[in-house]
């Protein structure tokens, strides 16, 4: 319901004006077989719970000019609001199987909606992730979206799952997301090529869903989360739920491909501490650097080796000797 | 990650400022044992469903100056949110588990958090349904609910369930939400006891979820809907989906206690295209007659008789004698 306006009597026909049911109808809704045994356009959506699997459940909120710029582009945006959740599945290990969107839209524009639903989906096939529900409804731009998984029971990669001992491994490179702002806020000059092919790994992650999935098999990995924050903010979050501490070798984080061209100051930073990675950081045991080797290959992700769990609390950053930095990083804070 | 502010060192502590983890743990992380096996803090929450269930989802976004006015009660706020949302479940006839929260608010303030999370609480508990985790990022007020209840495969009151010769049913009263909304607008002059009484009708709706419940046992009920947008226009869904018509008496929708006393107009524009009810709609064959009354009494839910599903296409109001009424009524429409 809608305080601010009276409803109205049907407006004239027009191609650029969609009803709210228009709207689901034309860009949301799809005529094909899916997994949910009752989809969009009833009061809830059903889905039937394969037996014996728990439920993986995350909701991600994206709203304008906090976590995208005005303007965005919409395809990419589409895929973003979902893989951003899909990289929360990824880090319990959780195979994705629906989610519901929740979009307040400034208008019902048809070239957005039509840019958006194709970003989303051609994500959300990509991953069997079904869109079964939501709801629409005119504000600020506001991207809200809730995603399920499965996964058998006692396979969950954790937060407080990492062991004194264990390795520390990221997935896929870091950095490029966090270099692709500097240059859009002018901290620094990149090339039209370079600043580009950052932004594409700001604008577009890749959700790491397979090497999740690979990791939580057995289970191959003890801890693991996605790095959204930064690695060194976010990494903080599993010594603190397992009561650990950890050693992390900085310059063994692997920058993208951009950022590593860039120069060492830079690419300590930004790979520590970056942001909009959306790669995966997981502990194991040292016996299953063979198996974490192998997931990844089977995956095709790559996964790098950059730390220890320690008994000892806080985490302490070294360089390729072992020497301690003295980096002054911190995550990032949405109320700080 | 946040794009328009770079990250800060930590702050001097201030009470009156909140990081957007003390916010989580000091107004919505609980300390008690709860349905989820892995609760807020982690990437995903994590629910082991009842075996043999579905699960029934739904999502709601509640956006300021859209669906509650800037400067609305906090606690009232947080107990719509998630009524509205309750609601849905209580529409299929399933039983509340769970539900995420995601939150956009331009600053994080402590007073407003303290009343928002006990009015969602407050009721949450009253209903069953843990908060399992969500998110939180500075924005434009913006409250996004997704909500999971379980049922028996079968008994889903869905949309598409009406039966020709089903009576209609609505629970409870219609109209008051409405009532209040034209007293705020200076529509019309209530006295303040009249506006205020009508007012907890807008603001602090009853989810109808024992009455659900009680509903798809069995099952009594066919189709049911919960009514947000208007009874008329909600209804059509169910006629469009179950493709039958319908004659609805106009003058048996029962009206909310301060619209009673108003003149028969505005009760018959009010109950039947109000909005902002949050009652049930249902239909169930006239020999459950019985078993419907059963249902409101063992729920204490007042249902009331009003009208007929027909073959013929189309929603045909009548008065109180089975005249037709022209009352040009529409439902709301976000983007109309």
């Known amino acids: 319901m809608n305080l601010t306006r009276q409803p109205s009597p049907a407006a004239v026909y ?26 969009i356009g ?46 929360d599945l990824a880090a319990m290990g959780a195979q994705p199987v629906a989610f519901t969107l929740a979009l307040a839209l400034p208008a019902a524009d048809p070239a957005w909606l039509d840019g958006f639903s ?14 079964v529900g939501g709801d629409t409804t005119r504000g600020p731009l506001n991207i809200c979206i809730t995603v399920f998984g499965e996964l058998v029971p006692g396979h969950a990669l954790r937060r407080d799952a990492a062991r004194v001992g264990d390795d520390i491994w990221i997935s896929g490179t870091l950095g490029d997301a966090r270099l692709a702002l500097a240059g859009y806020w002018k901290e620094l000059a990149l090339s ?8 594409q790994r700001m604008h577009l992650p890749s959700p790491r869903v397979a090497l ?17 924050d930064g690695l060194v903010g976010d ?6 739920a397992s009561r650990v501490g950890a050693t992390l070798d ?5 920058a993208g491909p951009v950022l590593a061209r860039q120069d ?18 997981f502990t194991a045991p040292v016996a299953n650097r063979e198996k974490v080797l192998e997931a990844g290959r089977a995956s095709g992700t790559a996964v790098t080796r950059v730390g220890k769990i320690d008994a000892e609390p806080g985490l302490r950053l070294v360089d390729s000797d072992g020497a301690a930095l003295d980096l002054r990083l911190s995550g990032w804070d949405h109320f700080s």
């Open 14 to 39: 027009n191609p650029r004006m969609l009803s709210e049911f228009d709207l689901i109808k034309q860009f949301f809704r799809r005529d094909r077989p899916g997994r949910a045994t009752l989809g």
């Open 42 to 87: 009833d009061d809830c959506a059903l889905l039937t719970p394969t037996p014996g699997r728990q439920l993986a459940i995350s909701s991600d909120m994206l709203v304008e000019d906090r976590h995208f710029f005005a303007g965005a582009d919409p395809f990419m945006l589409g895929h973003k609001a979902l893989a951003v959740n899909l990289s």
């Open 118 to 131: 194709r970003g989303l989906f051609a994500l959300a096939d990509a991953c069997g992730c079904e869109l």
């Open 192 to 199: 039209p090529d370079d600043q580009q092919a950052a932004a």
């Open 212 to 228: 999740g999935l690979a990791l939580a098999a057995q289970p191959v990995a003890h801890a693991a989360l996605d790095i959204s």
């Open 235 to 240: 990494l903080g979050h599993i010594l603190a």
């Open 250 to 254: 900085v310059d063994a984080l692997p």
């Open 264 to 281: 060492r100051g830079l690419r300590r930073r930004f790979t520590a501490a970056g942001g909009d990675d959306y790669e995966l950081c």
